[in-house]
């Protein structure tokens, strides 16, 4: 369970996140969602310690992260898949992979890079292609399938969709659902296209101007026609 408590950042004069407090619940999909500027790639990046919050706290199982350096979070059961693809494409999917295990917690056995294929089974058919010959999906999937090398209990994922077919987002999202169904992994899913992003989730938070204007049900959230106009654009 990711419990976030009154979290506040800054960047200079600028409040990114003003006293955010939400619980992320174990085994579920949390979507975090509001306009262009509301803060939520300065949550994740603040949850995963990119940035040091201003104030509050953040608690993984009941430990405190807030002033844990981002290189400790992989060990610490926390990847974060940030926007933009970040796979290292002059190497192989395999080697991306790999690339993936080097945080583990648990380094004594070698890492379940089978599981991770069964996961994934279009990358095991590409595993010795070079990763920038991969389409746009296949690399979101290996990114997503990298962060899952570290072996997690909670997976930040920001902007999952972009700049893909809407084909595609289609079959990413069912992706991130099946792997928390089989894996009872927690996610933190940042997106801006909400319609889909509230269709997989269970959860959902809005954030304005670094506030939390709303947290309930995916279903309640996308029910509600005013909450949608005013922050969700659908
Ligand atoms: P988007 O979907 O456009 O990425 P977002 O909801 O993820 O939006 P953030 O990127 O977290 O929002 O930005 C929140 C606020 O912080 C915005 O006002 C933004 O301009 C500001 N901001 C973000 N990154 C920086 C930075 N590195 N330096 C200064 N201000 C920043």
């Not at 262009?36 to 201003?54: E, P």
């Not at 992003?197 to 954030?207: E, H, K, N, T």
């Not at 709303?214 to 509600?224: F, G, R, T, V």
């Amino acid at each position: 369970m990711l419990e976030i408590r009154d979290l506040t950042t800054s960047y200079g004069p600028v409040k990114a996140l003003d006293g955010v407090t939400f619980t992320a619940a174990r085994g579920k999909i949390t979507a975090v969602l509001g306009a262009n500027g509301a803060g939520k790639t300065t949550l994740l990046r603040t949850v995963s310690g990119l940035i040091r919050a201003d104030r509050g706290n953040t608690y993984l199982d009941g430990l405190d992260l807030a002033r844990m350096p981002a290189e400790k979070m992989p060990g610490l059961g926390l990847a974060h898949v940030p926007e933009g693809r970040g796979v290292i494409t002059e190497l192989t999917v395999e080697e991306n992979l790999r690339l993936g295990a080097l945080g583990r917690a648990d380094r004594s056995r070698p890492a379940d890079i089978d599981r991770v294929y069964s996961l994934f089974p279009v990358l095991e058919s590409r595993r010795s292609a070079v990763a920038h010959i991969l389409s746009g999906g296949e690399q979101q999937m290996l990114v997503i399938a990298r962060a899952l090398m570290a072996e997690p209990k909670v997976l930040l994922l920001d902007e999952p969709s972009l700049g893909l077919a809407p084909r595609i987002v289609v079959q990413i999202f069912e992706l991130i659902r099946g792997l928390v169904e089989s894996e009872g992994l927690t996610v933190l899913l940042v997106e801006q296209n909400a319609r889909s992003a509230l269709s997989i989730a269970d959860i959902g938070v809005v954030l304005d101007l670094g506030r939390l204007v709303a947290h309930d049900e995916a279903a309640a959230l996308a029910a509600d026609e005013k909450l949608r106009h005013a922050y969700l654009g659908f």
